[in-house]
């Protein structure tokens, strides 16, 4: 009831709900009650948490921040969800979002975009924006959101929370509306990198329903919060400290640098060559695969139609035109150009190169390191409206993220101190595939 009444007397302002599951949360904290009386608590009993609008949620609306899908009513609960709820989570709403999943500010949600909770006249980054500013503004404990090219960890970053992305595969996608399959994974907003393991606890495992999702034994996160970092080995890729890296971005990681250097880690000059093609090779591949998931958007099939009544083609038309907002008008164009015949070899099949380039790069600094330290984002959430006219230096936000996705490893988003005019700054830890665990450690002692 706290958390809803603080839903209520704070989204006019932030805009971070697009849904608020008053009847759902209640009954489910009814339920709680009576499992904690009866000493039958599971892990998250009675936790409030929401998840980004792009999870399905049973006979709740759906929207992936689309106009197309503002009337969709999910038919069944996707996997992540249906596991928090297993774990007695109580689910307070659905949470704003960059149409589906495309764009670092939030900016592109049909909803109005969702405002920084530490100065309403910046952005609170994207795509999971809701997410991140929820978790800020203290309207829900944690959340969930997904991760593409950084949409958990630039929005953590901007929002002083803490996101993880976890690897690729470990977290079963089923049930999330596809943005780019073969990067979009699932992961946990929250206050504390504690707060993150548990969540990742409840939702990390095999699922027969994503043919993707890794049968490996899941880990006891919250054990490994304990275990000391002395000895660890932290690289710093030359690459990630360049030109153009804000004054108070690159104080706040040194300093943090310097953190663990008196924990006792290792600090390692490294590496990763192939950096530099990091954000055009995700910009073909991300926008490729998108053209193909969001053809199935065609006024029969999901959510909204817009029948002009002249036929079949104009109804598809008609609907596309009316239901998409400009980004991922944008986005459908580039990707159907990069897959189109003639084209292909050149753009898509050279991105597929280029990703193995910069998988591999990781892979050899996995050889001389534990973790890989960097910034999240070049800059302090910035001004709502300022990057919007120029898709370009929108899409170069992410430059410090896209590459953990397209490498298909895990990375960590760690409040790491303030600017100058006090907006967080956040901190990246990259880890193996699979070691979750190494960041969260790594996290836990920072914190
Ligand atoms: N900003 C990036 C994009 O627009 C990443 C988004 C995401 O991770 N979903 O594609």
Same mark, same amino acid.
């Given at each position: 009831e706290a958390y809803l009444r603080r839903i209520e007397a704070t989204n006019a302002r932030l805009n971070s709900y697009l849904s608020i599951c008053s009847e759902l949360a209640l009954s489910q904290a009814q339920t709680a009650d009576e499992r904690l009386a009866a000493g039958e608590a599971a892990p998250l009993t009675g936790i409030p948490l929401a998840v980004k609008d792009i999870f399905n949620l049973e006979q709740t609306r759906t929207t992936a921040g689309s106009r197309l899908l503002d009337n969709y009513v999910a038919p069944y609960d996707a996997t992540a969800v /249906? #596991? $928090?709820? +297993?774990?007695? /989570?109580v689910l307070l709403g659905k949470l704003n979002m960059d149409e589906f999943a495309m764009g670092s500010s939030n900016e592109n949600s049909a909803f109005g975009p969702c405002r920084n909770p530490w100065d309403p006249e910046r952005v609170p980054g994207g795509s999971s924006g809701g997410s991140a500013a929820a978790v800020a503004a203290r309207q829900a404990v944690a959340t969930l959101g997904t991760d593409t090219g950084g949409s958990i960890r630039q929005p953590a970053a901007h929002c002083g929370v803490v996101g993880l992305k976890p690897t690729y595969g470990r977290v079963s996608r089923y049930g999330v509306i596809a943005y780019a399959s073969s990067l979009d994974q699932v992961g946990p907003v929250a206050r504390t990198v504690e707060d993150c393991a548990l969540l990742l606890q409840a939702i990390a495992g095999h699922d027969h329903r994503d043919s993707t999702s890794i049968d490996c034994p899941v880990p006891d996160y919250s054990a490994a919060l304990q275990q000391k970092i002395e000895g660890l080995k932290i690289g710093l890729p030359r690459e990630y400290f360049i030109e153009g890296l804000d004054a108070d971005v690159q104080k706040a990681i040194e300093a943090a640098i310097e953190v663990y250097r008196g924990l006792g880690a290792e600090i390692v000059d490294i590496s990763l060559p192939h950096t530099d093609y990091a954000v055009a090779c995700y910009y073909l591949i991300a926008t490729a695969e998108a053209s193909s998931n969001l053809a199935r958007y065609d006024g029969v099939r999901y959510g909204r139609r817009v029948d002009p009544g002249k036929g079949l083609i104009d109804m598809y038309c008609a609907t596309r035109t009316q239901g998409f907002g400009t980004e991922v008008k944008r986005r459908i164009m580039l990707g159907t150009y990069a897959l189109s015949s003639g084209y292909y070899d050149a753009y898509y099949l050279k991105a597929q190169k280029v990703r193995t380039l910069i998988r591999d790069d990781f892979? #050899? /600094?996995? +050889?001389?390191?534990d973790l890989i330290l960097t910034p999240v984002a070049p800059t302090p959430a910035f001004g709502l409206g300022e990057k919007l006219d120029d898709p370009l230096q929108m899409y170069l936000s992410d430059i410090f993220t896209i590459p953990v996705n397209l490498a298909g490893t895990c990375g960590l988003s760690l409040p790491c101190g303030f600017?100058? /005019?006090?907006?967080?700054?956040?901190?990246? $830890?990259i880890g193996r595939p699979f070691a979750e665990q190494s960041l969260l450690r790594a996290g836990h002692a920072f914190q």
């Open positions: /249906a #596991r $928090l709820k +297993e774990n007695g /989570a892979v #050899r /600094a996995f +050889e001389q390191v600017s100058t /005019a006090g907006l967080p700054i956040g901190l990246q $830890l």
